[in-house]
């Protein structure tokens, strides 16, 4: 059999960013032993680690490899280094603008409770028991890139401004994909806005209700932002997909980490016009890098989303699926899933166990 050709660029990042993709990508390469998948790795510089050597978060040639390569696996960016930076040269512009070069307007964020970690969580067993819930996060819109921004002097008080701005075009494109990733699970959406005081969210409830019209199967409902925030913590298993904005997304899938017991247990995939970017939803950890405590997880399942959304291989997203939760079933554990009776296991030694547990799935 012809091996499949898949080009990915690789952007570490910073903090604990080389530390699980590292992990990540042994487990992408478990995958293409035994699946006859030719991967030609590029590595290149982002954020803090970019500003360093070339006094840019984003340099274009980094830019320029993300849109060449078939898929692009993110670390983390930032850190206490770079927080004198002026804005405009802040690490995190580099994801602002990734997003926006390469058409990300689909940022899609799973949440789900690993059975064995079930008590891992700070909420009760049978409140997120069996939860599996994605928010849908509109990603280059919004309040973090819409005009007129920035900082004014106004006699002796400085102003800051942001401005919230949708267009009917940008809320059609994440209503569509919302209910159609909905289709093909439990056949529900919420949207969340603010639509009772912001003008702009009354547009997004408006336009989403348009959209639902060429979805009959599927059920919507809506939420304003803050009651959603509390029914994630009070009946989370309620939620199937959450169709939200920018900043709303940004906050309720931080929450929703935390119902599994870990932000280090959140993949994410951002999908759009061009190449499709793949990172854990956790920062760069800058406290804890390079101590070998960090848990790769959430890494190794943005890989799994890569396989199933841009290399076409679901069954063996699933297979890696399948192996974090037998290596969690087999009682092993990061720092910060630490559990009495459990096995305490590195950033490496997380990584080769769900290699081994992969390989022997991937093998029968």
Known sequence: MNKKHKKLAVLPGDGIGKEVVDEALKVMNAVADKRSLHIDLSFADVGGAALDKYHIPLPDETLQ??????????????????????????????????????????????????????????????????????????????IYFGEPRGIRQNGKEKIGTNTLVYSSSEIERIARAAFDMAGKRRKKVTSVDKANVLDSMQLWRDVVCEVAKEYPDIELNHLYVDNCAMQLVRNPGQFDIILTGNMFGDILSDEAAMLTGSIGMLPSASLGKYTAMYEPVHGSAPDIAGKGIANPIATIASVAMMLKFSFDMPGEADAIEHAISAVLDDGYRTPDLMEQGKKRASTGEMGDLIVEALTQTLES
């Open 65 to 142: 490899l993300c849109l060449e390569s078939d898929a692009v696996l993110l670390g983390a960016v930032g850190g206490p280094n770079w927080e004198s930076q002026p804005h405009h040269l802040k690490p995190e512009r580099a994801l602002l603008k990734l997003r926006q070069e390469l058409g990300l307007f689909a940022n899609v964020r799973p949440a789900k409770v690993y059975a064995p970690l079930i008590h891992a969580s700070t909420l009760k067993a049978e409140v997120i028991r069996d939860i599996d819930l994605i928010v849908m996060r509109e990603l280059t819109g919004g």
